[in-house]
């Protein structure tokens, strides 16, 4: 993927994340320039009514320094840089803060699959228990003890983070996630959730895995909510 097709593709994520309404004006997310140690990362921005265009992302290394680009890197790189540094499968990072997600942490209320969408995110989900602004190094280290080798973390009153191979598998379980944990809270409320099986996860990850021999199993997905938020 050239460079232009990256910035073109993570400006995309931005707009169908925004459009879906997760994200909010303190949103942001990233993605590791393949075969160097730095990353796009989408800048601040005042309001989510602007236009987020590809050629506003800031370039960062990883100590979050920023490189190129324009716009104002966002408080809460560090999140990103220590990911992309540590983690092989963190290409592209995204920390939004949609609502079902943040009450589910802030009810205390433990993570479970029970969709066939958010098998991909496990049969848990960590919450970063503090609640505070992620802004220097030993947060990074916080915040890599907590999500291990988890494909999301729910930051407890202050939103989510998801972790993905690729831009469209990073917007995939930012949205599932959300569908997710509103299930989940609406299923609570009738009396209990039943929550996917293992062998029900691991059923729909073999499915999955199956139509990755083909091609990036998140891609359809990803290009069918490009569509449909362009409407």
């Known amino acids: 993927m050239s460079d232009a097709e990256l910035k073109q593709k993570l400006a995309t994520c931005w707009r169908i994340l925004n459009k879906l309404g997760l994200f909010d004006i303190y949103g942001h997310i990233s993605c590791r320039v393949p075969g160097s ?6 800048a601040t921005l005042g309001s989510t009514k602007e236009v987020f265009k590809p050629d506003s992302l800031v370039l960062c290394d990883y100590t979050g ?23 092989e499968d963190a290409v592209c990072v995204a920390h939004v803060h949609p609502y079902y997600s943040m009450a589910l942490a802030i009810a205390g209320i433990p993570f479970s699959p029970v ?3 958010g098998a991909p995110l496990g049969d848990g989900v960590p919450v970063y228990e503090k609640s505070e602004i992620l802004v220097n190094e030993e947060h990074g280290k916080k915040l890599l003890g907590a999500v291990g080798s988890a494909k999301a973390i729910l930051l407890r009153g202050h939103g989510v983070i998801t972790v993905g191979a690729s831009i469209e598998e990073t917007t995939y379980l930012t949205i599932y996630l959300e569908e997710n944990c509103k299930y989940l809270l609406e299923a609570a409320k009738a009396g209990k959730a039943v929550p996917l099986t293992r062998e029900e996860i691991k059923e729909r990850m073999d499915q999955m895995a199956e139509s990755a021999k083909k091609g990036n199993p998140y891609k359809r997905i990803f290009d069918l909510f490009d569509e449909k938020t362009r409407q």
Not at 37 to 42: A, E, G, L, V
Not at 66 to 80: A, I, Q, W
């Open 65 to 87: 320094k920023k490189l190129g680009g324009n716009g104002t890197v966002p408080l809460e790189v560090v999140l990103h840089s220590v990911l992309h540094k540590t983690r």
């Open 115 to 117: 969709t066939l969408q």
């Open 37 to 42: 140690d730095t990353f796009y990362i989408t």
